[in-house]
């Protein structure tokens, strides 16, 4: 967690909120320079303006809204900024917070209320990735338990429009936000993505980029009032704060997305063979020097798995050392040393088994956690554990359909 040193003699909320409002400030900044180089157009620098490709999304809204899906009142036809005309800060306002990727938006789906998210896949970059999500919305895949693909719920074509889809999706978090509590909910976490990712193998399809940007998890349930598509710190509306539970409380669904470098392979090919693409994470050791030479992309899939779980927890997080054997041996060098995925969920298994109760109830703590920061969350912490241990709550809290 970051943290920000605020001088003697200055008001703690007031620096904070500033602070606050100039990393949203910079961050619309990253976005419009990387809009001017993807689109080509010159981005509008009035604060909370539009950028060039939300104005697609705006030409889309009507069509949207008659296919049975609503966008935020920021992508209608007739909108006007609600802060306009008076002197409120555009990053404090529902409407003012752009979207944090150009081809992801979120949308309301009229026929029931719930919040998806519409992607933008170009068939001509991305040929396979409506086909393998589809195939996994099939039966008997879609309703198998260990299916921890994304759900496609409809792909629509934009009118005019030959090379793009729109997949719907659910609206989907990070699957480190909120942040874990407890080691049971990171290992109910890790179960779930070894599963996920052995039953996409077992299907004979390697996802070729499950890194830590193509994890996410389904956090309706977790909280207590709708989130912000775009700020899930705040309510839908932005009146305030949204609160949340713990995952001990109500166990989430982790999935994996983005499939369009997957690929679906025949089965009797024992060891199908692609050359190196690199995907979010450019640390492969097989691709390194190597990019003329095809590689089997599977034990490329368990490289990617291992390196996630390396990064995200036992480099920033204290108390995983007992995951170092398994995780070592999944970012092997030599990728024909590294275990199946059938090999990791077994020892996973075995590790989990071994974990007493304490250390599953015990809290996550970052590396980086000051004293204070260590002391109130200490406390808080051994008021929920305590009413879990009462209430009787498992120390590993099992996601259940």
């Known amino acids: 967690m970051k943290t920000h040193h605020v001088p003697k003699g200055e008001s703690t909320t007031n620096t904070k ?3 606050k409002a100039e990393e949203a400030a910079e961050n619309e900044r990253r976005r419009a320079r990387k809009e001017r180089e993807l ?8 604060p909370g303006a539009l950028s060039a490709n939300e ?16 966008l935020r009142s920021r992508y209608a036809p007739d909108w006007v900024p609600s802060w306009e005309g008076t002197e409120r800060n555009p990053f404090t306002c529902e409407d003012g917070r752009s979207m944090r990727f150009a081809q992801v938006m979120d949308a309301t789906r009229v026929s029931d209320g719930s919040y998806v998210s519409l992607k933008i896949v170009k068939k001509s970059r991305h040929p396979h990735e409506v086909e393998i999500g589809q195939c996994f919305m099939s039966e008997p895949l879609v309703s ?11 792909v629509l074509s934009p009118p005019n429009d030959e090379d793009r889809q729109l997949i719907v ?3 989907l978090l990070p699957f480190t936000e909120p942040p874990f509590d407890t080691f049971g909910e990171v ?3 890790l179960r779930q993505l070894f599963e996920g990712l052995l039953f996409m193998h077992n299907n004979h399809v390697a996802h070729r980029d499950c890194m830590w940007m193509n994890i996410m998890m389904d956090a309706k349930d977790l909280y207590v009032e709708p989130y912000h598509p775009v700020e899930p710190r705040m309510k839908r509306d932005f009146s305030g704060r949204a609160r949340h539970y713990t995952r001990t409380q109500r166990p989430p669904k982790y999935y994996f997305i983005d499939f369009g470098l997957s690929r679906r392979y025949d089965p009797r090919e024992a ?5 190196p693409i690199f995907g979010g994470d450019k640390s492969v050791p097989e691709f ?7 590689v089997n992309p599977f034990p490329t899939d368990v490289y990617y798995l291992g390196n996630l779980i390396r990064e995200e927890f036992m480099d920033t997080k204290k108390g995983f050392d007992f995951l170092k054997p398994l995780i070592d041996d999944m970012v092997r060098n030599d990728p024909n040393t590294r275990p199946t995925m059938n090999v990791v969920v077994e020892r996973f298994d075995l590790i989990r088994q071994q974990l007493s109760t304490w250390k599953l109830r015990s809290r996550v703590i970052a590396r980086d956690e000051d004293m204070f920061e260590t002391l109130y969350s200490s406390t808080t912490h051994w008021w929920r554990r305590i009413g879990f241990i009462v209430g009787r709550a498992p120390a590993v809290p099992r996601f259940q359909e």
């Open 17 to 19: 909120a500033e602070l």
């Open 39 to 46: 689109f080509g157009q010159e981005y509008d620098r009035r």
């Open 55 to 70: 104005t697609w999304w705006c030409q889309q809204c009507l069509w949207l809204k008659s296919r049975g899906y609503l």
């Open 144 to 154: 198998h338990p260990k299916n921890h693909c994304v759900p496609f719920l409809e």
């Open 169 to 171: 999706m659910p609206l």
């Open 187 to 189: 290992m109910e976490c």
């Open 271 to 275: 060891t199908p063979l692609e050359y």
């Open 288 to 294: 390194q020097n190597n990019a003329d030479v095809p």
